[in-house]
């Protein structure tokens, strides 16, 4: 996915969640929308139901 189909589903409402083994690409992507205020992500957990570590990306403010 790029930043601009992830800022574009942001905006729309839609939420995120970001799995450890993602893209490198998309990880910075999601990086940078959060250092832009676009968007904001939880902190890694570790989740047993995933088996990794994940992050929930939603619209700044959601």
């Not at 992830?6 to 995120?16: H, I, S, T, V």
């Not at 999601?30 to 990794?52: H, I, M, N, P």
Request: charged fraction near 40%; proline fraction near 2%; include cysteine.
């Amino acid at each position: 996915m790029t930043k601009d189909e992830m800022e574009k589903g942001l905006a729309a409402g839609r939420r995120l969640i970001q799995e450890e083994w993602a893209d490198p690409a998309e990880i910075r992507a999601v990086d940078e929308l959060v250092a832009e205020g676009k968007a904001s992500a939880t902190d890694w957990q570790y989740r047993d139901g995933f088996q990794c570590e994940r992050r929930i990306v939603a619209r700044n403010g959601e």
